[in-house]
């Protein structure tokens, strides 16, 4: 028996503020290649393309058309970015969400306006700081020193301790910068979203919502950070990103 084909449906990317339609260079989610374009009602627009009304699955290829039509899109507006995979049934339905979350839209886009979300990661340098910690803490040094000359399978309980005391400096320096680096930065942020690290040696991994009239005091503030800490860590700075980690809207559709 042959498949049924999927109903025809309108993928949207994100939110605008817009009196009238546009099209964009980017390609839709899919295979397809659908063309993206908006539609607008009482001031406001989706950004949306073409497509069949099933299940997107998050492949790295359907992520990376998501946010890419979204970047898209926000070098020439402020966006809202909706929540992936939200599948409307026509342009008439995307009108009457319009006008159904006029107010809510409304807001948002007054709340980012002007504003640019920017990433900051740090991480330690492996060779560096485990070199720090063993010249930094005596307790783990003069352990290491009374076992050196004794057989390894004799030293079993005192190299776990080293480990673990290893471990718990690591944890006591990655916290004392990730408060400097935040202490820095976040005056300068109207918001914060502090995310999780990955691996024992990461220090940071937070999103800053920026009046974009600060961005550049922020930038230096960040060169600071890396010009004082650079010789221990790795930092990587993230300009032109949508506003991913401060509004990810859910339409019901």
Same mark, same amino acid.
């Given at each position: 028996?042959?498949?049924?084909?999927?109903?025809?449906?309108?993928?949207? !990317?994100?939110?605008?503020?817009?009196?009238?339609?546009?099209?964009?260079?980017?390609? @839709?989610?899919?295979?397809? @290649?659908?063309?993206? !374009?908006?539609?607008? #009602?009482?001031?406001?627009?989706?950004?949306?393309?073409?497509?069949?009304?099933?299940?997107?699955?998050?492949?790295?290829? *359907?992520?990376?058309?998501?946010?890419?039509?979204?970047?898209?899109?926000? $070098?020439?507006?402020?966006?809202?970015?909706?929540?992936?995979?939200?599948?409307?049934?026509?342009?008439?339905?995307?009108?009457?969400?319009?006008? +159904?979350?006029?107010?809510?839209?409304?807001?948002?886009?007054? =709340?980012?306006?002007? +504003?640019?979300?920017?990433?900051?990661?740090?991480?330690?340098?492996?060779?560096?700081?485990?070199?720090?910690?063993? *010249?930094?803490? =005596?307790?783990?040094?003069?352990?290491?020193?009374?076992?050196?000359?004794?057989?390894?399978?004799?030293? !079993?309980?005192?190299?776990? $301790?080293?480990?673990?005391?290893? &471990?718990?400096?690591?944890?006591?320096?990655?916290?004392?910068?990730?408060?400097?680096?935040?202490?820095?930065?976040?005056?300068?942020?109207?918001?914060?979203?502090? *995310?999780?690290?990955?691996?024992?040696?990461?220090?940071?991994?937070?999103?800053?919502?920026? &009046?974009?009239?600060?961005?550049?005091?922020?930038?230096?503030?960040?060169?600071?950070?890396?010009? +004082?800490? #650079?010789?221990?860590? =790795?930092?990587? !700075?993230?300009?032109?990103?949508?506003?991913?980690?401060?509004?990810?809207?859910?339409?019901?559709?």
């Amino acid at each position: 028996m042959a498949d049924v084909p999927a109903k025809e449906g309108k993928y949207i !990317y994100c939110i605008i503020a817009a009196t009238a339609p546009e099209t964009f260079s980017s390609r @839709g989610i899919g295979a397809r @290649g659908d063309a993206i !374009y908006s539609v607008c #009602g009482d001031g406001l627009a989706a950004v949306l393309s073409n497509s069949p009304v099933k299940p997107h699955s998050a492949t790295r290829d *359907n992520l990376m058309a998501h946010e890419i039509a979204i970047e898209e899109v926000m $070098k020439t507006h402020t966006v809202l970015p909706v929540r992936f995979c939200t599948i409307a049934a026509s342009d008439d339905q995307i009108r009457e969400i319009l006008q +159904k979350e006029h107010a809510r839209f409304k807001d948002l886009l007054d =709340k980012f306006t002007s +504003k640019k979300e920017l990433g900051v990661k740090a991480i330690f340098k492996e060779e560096v700081i485990f070199a720090e910690i063993q *010249n930094k803490y =005596k307790a783990i040094t003069d352990l290491k020193a009374s076992i050196i000359s004794l057989p390894a399978e004799k030293t !079993y309980f005192q190299r776990m $301790k080293i480990g673990e005391m290893v &471990e718990a400096a690591l944890k006591t320096e990655v916290e004392q910068l990730k408060h400097e680096i935040l202490r820095q930065l976040t005056p300068l942020a109207v918001e914060v979203k502090i *995310n999780s690290t990955f691996g024992e040696r990461m220090i940071v991994n937070a999103a800053f919502l920026v &009046e974009k009239d600060a961005e550049e005091k922020f930038y230096r503030c960040v060169n600071d950070i890396d010009a +004082k800490h #650079g010789a221990r860590m =790795k930092m990587k !700075y993230v300009c032109e990103v949508p506003p991913f980690n401060f509004v990810n809207l859910t339409i019901k559709v």
